[in-house]
């Protein structure tokens, strides 16, 4: 079997994006009439979020204004449901202040539990990988392995070409 790097990408090709919830699938809506074993071939050019790639099921990523918002209201229902404890009343008696807020912990590494909706925002205007030295319709075609960058941090490649195997 042929590595990823050296494969041609096709349409339905899996995707992964690091701030996703989930795969997806890079499409192509309208063909470029070169086929791959009965599939539509993608070229380095085929990167619009919404149009090729498609939502990967939520962000993580709390640069995505959606999931910053959904953090929002998380802490709001948190605060709402605890409230100042007896503990914290008698505190404030003593030193005339309100609860403190916690200092912000660092970042930890497991993943965030909040998700907000994947919008793919692609900052490219193009794959990082095509084939060198072969055009479809004077473009270069998308190779496995390829990535492109989310305005929202996220890094989306191309895991599997799309093509089905030899004999299927």
């Not at 403190?100 to 993943?111: A, N, Y």
């Not at 539990?113 to 193009?126: D, K, L, R, S, Y």
């Amino acid at each position: 079997m042929a590595e990823l790097n050296d494969t041609f990408v096709v349409h339905g090709a899996c995707s992964t994006c690091t701030m996703g919830m989930r795969p997806s699938n890079v499409v192509l809506p309208e063909t470029h009439g070169v086929f791959l074993r009965g599939q539509a071939q993608m070229t380095i050019k085929d990167c619009l979020g919404g149009a090729n790639v498609i939502c990967f099921g939520g962000c993580y990523s709390m640069e995505n204004p959606s999931t910053k918002e959904e953090a929002e209201k998380v802490q709001k229902a948190v605060d709402e449901a605890c409230p100042e404890t007896f503990t914290d009343k008698v505190m404030n008696f003593f030193t005339g202040g309100k609860k403190k807020k916690k200092k912000e912990e660092p970042k930890s590494t497991e993943t965030p539990q909040v998700v907000g909706v994947c919008t793919p925002n692609i900052i490219a205007q193009e794959w990082d990988h095509g084939q060198e030295g072969v055009e479809t319709e004077s473009q270069r075609p998308l190779m496995g392995g390829a990535r492109l960058y989310c305005m929202y941090g996220g890094e989306i490649e191309i895991v599997e070409s799309g093509q089905p195997e030899a004999g299927s």
